[in-house]
Every structure is written in structure tokens, then in C-alpha cells.
């Protein structure tokens, strides 16, 4: 497949509560939020954006994810990990050439090793925040996802590599957004036919963090995390770009999923 096309994939869902996605609301209800992943074709190799959940996570959820199970349950099975489904649509591990982190929060880094030619692209503050987290974000992260030998990394300089463009030839760039995870970037996708797509990615959990309605359950930095919202709007106003949150239960269903796409 030589084509320019976005496909949009998920993981399964998390179950959380409404606060643990839009901060203080909910009253303790429950929520399940999708968990999204991408993969963009080309004709200069294909690029996973993020891979959802570790495979893993589909046999031994506490065993693989330890005590943050008691806040995000994972639901998913086996066949729903990111080399599965990509081989379910005729692509191989090795016809991967970027796996393109978002940032590393485990409900993102299921593709990292996976995908033996692939060059893995990460904010250098995220890749350094995730071996040494603060005390309420370190059950975001997964060491055995991220810490594997034998990666090929390329690591991204924050402000000084924004609109990092991947191919050279506008299709895919990098927009670095901060304050939810202190590396965290969101992804600009321009299509021949459909145009621009803001994967907001953690950034923008749901519409209403969009709208500036709700503050992120999970952060970082809050003023960060309001910033880079501004930012992306700024980006939206001047691209048209169509907005795909990135946890959405509600807009997601909206989106085509693979194996129909984008192109
Ligand atoms: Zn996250």
C-alpha cells in the first residue's frame, strides 16, 4: 500500500471515572473512554502514531500494569493490539518505519519494540520525564513498554523541533503540546483529498477540554495544558484542520475506523 490514508484504530476502552477524564465533574459516575491509535501509509514507509494499549494488558491487566488498574481498567482482547490489527490489514511488522509517540503514558506505548525497522520518535523531555516521574504520575508509566534494548530513538527538542515535519513533505507534522505529560505532542495530518487532521492525542482528552469547558483529569502542568489547547485552536483556525480528541467516547464513533480511512 503506497497511498497516503489515515486509519483510525483502537485498543479498546478504558474503564475510569468522569473525573479521572474531565477534572472534578461527575460525582464519581463511571466512564469508558476509548483508546485510540493511528496509522498513517505512505509511500516512504508507514508511521504508527502511538499503539494503544501493550498486547499484554489483554491477559494480565494488574500483572502488566500494576495499581493504576485501580483507576483505568483496561478492556480488550488479544486480537486487538496494534501488530494484530495491523496484520489483519495485510501490513507486517517490518513494513513499519516510524512509531511516533504522543508521549509515553501506558494507554499509548503498546507498539514501542514491536515493529523491528521502526524508528521511534519522542520529545526528548517525555522519553527523560518517563524513567523519572513524579510521585502522582509515575503509575502512567510502563518502564517494561519503553525500556527495551536495541530501540532506535529519535528524540525531539521541545519548542526548537515544533511542527517537526516527518516525511519532509508536509503529510505529518508534530505539534508540541505540554501539560498534559511534560513531552506531550500532538499530531497534524494532511491528506491529498480530506485535508488536515489535529490528533489532538492527550492534549484534548474530549471536546469539552476543547471548548475550554473542563480542565484534564490528569496533568502535569495545568497552565500548560490550557496553552497548548489555545494553540492548537490557533493552529485549527489556520489549517481547518478537522479536530479528533483523544479520548473521546463521544466524538470518537463519529471518525471513520479502520479499515475504512482517510485519505
Ligand atoms: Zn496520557
Not at 502535569?220 to 478537522?242: D, G, P, Y
Request: aromatic share 12%.
Amino acid at each position: 500500500m503506497t497511498d497516503i490514508r489515515l486509519y483510525m484504530f483502537q485498543t479498546g476502552s478504558l474503564k475510569c471515572k468522569v473525573h479521572n477524564i474531565k477534572m472534578n465533574q461527575g460525582n464519581g459516575a463511571d466512564y469508558e473512554i476509548p483508546v485510540p491509535f493511528f496509522l498513517l501509509t505512505h509511500p516512504d514507509g508507514h508511521t504508527l502514531i502511538d499503539g494503544g494499549n501493550a498486547v499484554e494488558t489483554a491477559t494480565d491487566p494488574k500483572g502488566y500494569w500494576g495499581g493504576i488498574t485501580d483507576v483505568y481498567w483496561p478492556v480488550m482482547r488479544e486480537d486487538q493490539g496494534c501488530v494484530a490489527q495491523l496484520k489483519k490489514m495485510g501490513i507486517n511488522p517490518e513494513d513499519i518505519r516510524y512509531v511516533l509517540q504522543s508521549h509515553l503514558h501506558l494507554d499509548h506505548t503498546g507498539a514501542i519494540g514491536r515493529f523491528p525497522n521502526a524508528t521511534h520518535i519522542v520529545q526528548r523531555r517525555e522519553y527523560e520525564y518517563a524513567f523519572t516521574p513524579d510521585w502522582f504520575a509515575a503509575g502512567g508509566y510502563i518502564r517494561n513498554d519503553f525500556d527495551r534494548p536495541g530501540l532506535k530513538w529519535e528524540f525531539l527538542e521541545g519548542e526548537g523541533n515544533d511542527f517537526y515535519d516527518i516525511y519532509g513533505d508536509g503529510t505529518l507534522k508534530t505539534v508540541f503540546t505540554p501539560g498534559h505529560s511534560p513531552g506531550h505532542q500532538s499530531i497534524l495530518v494532511t491528506l491529498p483529498h480530506s485535508g488536515s487532521l489535529l490528533l489532538t492525542i492527550d492534549a484534548a482528552y474530549t471536546m469539552d477540554h476543547w471548548d475550554e469547558k473542563a480542565l484534564p483529569g490528569f496533568m502535569s502542568s495545568a497552565v500548560e495544558a490550557v496553552r497548548s489547547v489555545q494553540k492548537m485552536h490557533m493552529l485549527v483556525s489556520r489549517t481547518n484542520a478537522q479536530v479528533v480528541t483523544g479520548h473521546d467516547p463521544d466524538a470518537w464513533p463519529t471518525f471513520r475506523h479502520a479499515p475504512e480511512y482517510y485519505d
